[in-house]
């Protein structure tokens, strides 16, 4: 006892141990903090990384003889950008299949397509488009994909004057593919897991227990106990982050172009100021029942307004306002400048200042609604 009066962060040192240990014995904490965001990786990380550009699910009808015609047909099977359905050989199937958003569209080339009329130097015809309502964007996209090729077949014949053109210009930069914009959001949703639902799901139960009561009965201070459960939390919040980096860099080929020193440290920040919501619930309330409804209105909200599963860009801006301010926002959108941008501290200054004070005014509401039993 006189040792841990003197020493205190022998305290801290020696409960920062006890509850990592009580983290690894417990199967259902280590589902949750390390196998369920795992599992969010996979899922949506598949979800973001499977198609490598736009596609479109078309039929062919060819009611023409032409050798144009066919021709025609053989090179728009031969476009990635088409899914050609050769298993339809009229329109009324293709009609039935897009009814069942089989088919975004049917291409019908009348029987006149690739001829060559009286009196002309040259094949011509009129494709048309095939569609319903619903596919009504596809099919508009389509036809200015088919208006594209016909122009270029059209040069072939035609000489056009062009006073007015356009070229392309590549940046000597290599773009981000979907998931590594949409990594920040998943690890988001790791880092509200394992600061909120690690403390609520614990503390009430320590209650129950009565461990917290013995405890508050020694000369341990709030703040050691606070002290040592961010201490462990982060390093269990590092193992579980690190886990969904190797996964994300071995099956989706994550590419991180920010500085690691700059990273690690903004995460573990970010743990330990998240952590400090679980605190503040978990140490408040007395059981199980009366936390898990307040953690639910605490949680959700940040889970779908601060860009963890979809963009905050294509929010309203009224709603983007109001969204920037919450606990979990700055945290997402910190971990995208640095690691998909390449923001070192200084330039990410508006994110650390209101994680900065979210900490402040969470562990404030921590240590003064905290209690034992």
């Known amino acids: 006892m006189l040792n841990r009066t003197k020493k205190p962060l022998f305290t801290v040192y020696t409960f920062a141990k006890i509850n990592t240990r009580r983290f690894f014995r417990d199967r259902t904490a280590l589902f949750f903090t390390i196998g369920f965001p795992l599992i969010f990786l996979l899922v949506f990380g598949s979800l973001n990384s499977g198609n490598k550009g736009v596609s479109f699910k078309v039929a062919i009808i060819n009611n023409s003889n032409s050798s144009f015609a066919k021709q025609f047909e053989t090179n728009l099977d031969k476009t990635s950008i ?43 015809g009129q494709a048309t488009i095939q569609y319903t309502q619903n596919n009504q964007q596809s099919a508009t996209a389509l036809s200015s994909i088919l208006d594209t090729q016909f122009k270029f077949i059209n040069s072939k014949f035609v000489k056009n ?31 509200v897991g394992m600061g909120i639902f690690g403390p609520v799901n614990v503390f009430p139960e320590l209650k129950k227990m009565g461990i917290l009561r013995r405890l508050s009965t020694t000369p341990l201070r709030v703040w050691q106990y606070f002290l040592s459960t961010m201490i462990g939390q982060a390093i269990i919040g590092i193992l579980s982050l690190s886990i969904m980096f190797i996964v994300a860099f071995l099956v ?122």
């Open 82 to 124: 088409l899914k050609v359905n050769k298993d339809v050989k009229d329109l009324n199937a293709a009609k039935d299949k897009m009814s069942r958003s089989e088919l975004d569209a049917a291409i019908v080339l009348p029987a006149n397509f690739g001829t060559v009329a009286k009196g002309d130097r040259f094949p011509s």
């Open 161 to 191: 004057e062009t006073p007015f053109t356009v070229v392309s210009k590549q940046f000597n930069e290599n773009s981000l593919s979907a998931f590594d914009y949409s990594f920040a959001g998943l690890l988001g949703f790791a880092i």
């Open 252 to 373: 989706f080929h994550l590419t991180i172009v920010g500085n690691w020193y700059v990273l690690i440290p903004f995460l573990i920040y970010s743990i330990v100021m998240i952590l400090g919501i679980g605190l503040a619930l978990g140490g408040w309330a007395k059981n199980e029942r009366q936390v898990a409804p307040l953690a639910n209105i605490v949680v959700f909200p940040m889970m779908f307004l601060s860009g963890t599963f979809f963009p905050r860009f294509l929010m309203p801006e009224w709603l983007q306002n109001i969204s920037a301010f919450l606990p979990l926002t700055p945290v997402i959108d910190g971990i995208r400048l640095i690691a998909s941008e390449g923001k070192n501290f200084s330039e990410i200054l508006p994110q650390l200042g209101l994680i900065t004070i979210w900490f402040v005014v969470i562990y404030f509401i921590a240590f003064r609604v905290f209690r034992w039993e």
